[in-house]
């Protein structure tokens, strides 16, 4: 494998089940590969996916950049008792969730077999 596609960083980006197909093209149109996994939230045990991208040197800033413009946040409104809490709330309660949680971790050895 030539020196500029050898993996040196995984990105591993947790977004919502609404801005996965977007997020997935828009990662895959960088010309990086992406792995999917489904996967759901603590909070609200919403289905989110789990982004695995494996990228060269230098080019972590421009996925971070794209799943910026492509996984937005949004305002859900919880009318559902939580747990634990002894009566229902009585109105609707505004919750911010989405974006992306983004970590990038260093890859010390990559090979493909």
Do not use: H, W
């Not at 792995?35 to 939230?41: E, P």
């Not at 949004?74 to 109105?91: I, N």
Request: hydrophobic content about 40%; charged content about 20%.
């Amino acid at each position: 494998m030539s020196k500029d596609t050898t993996i040196r960083s995984l990105v591993l980006a947790v977004v919502q089940e609404q801005d996965q197909d977007a997020a997935v093209r828009a990662v895959e149109a960088l010309n990086a590969s992406v792995v999917n996994l489904s996967s759901s939230g603590g909070f609200l045990g919403r289905r989110n996916a789990t982004l695995l991208v494996g990228l060269p040197e230098g080019r972590e800033q421009a996925v971070l950049d794209t799943l910026q413009k492509t996984c937005r946040q949004r305002v859900e409104y919880m009318t559902l008792p939580l747990e634990g809490s002894p009566m229902p709330m009585p109105a609707p309660v505004p919750v911010t969730v989405g974006g992306a949680t983004v970590f990038v971790l260093p890859v010390e050895y990559f090979e493909e077999i």
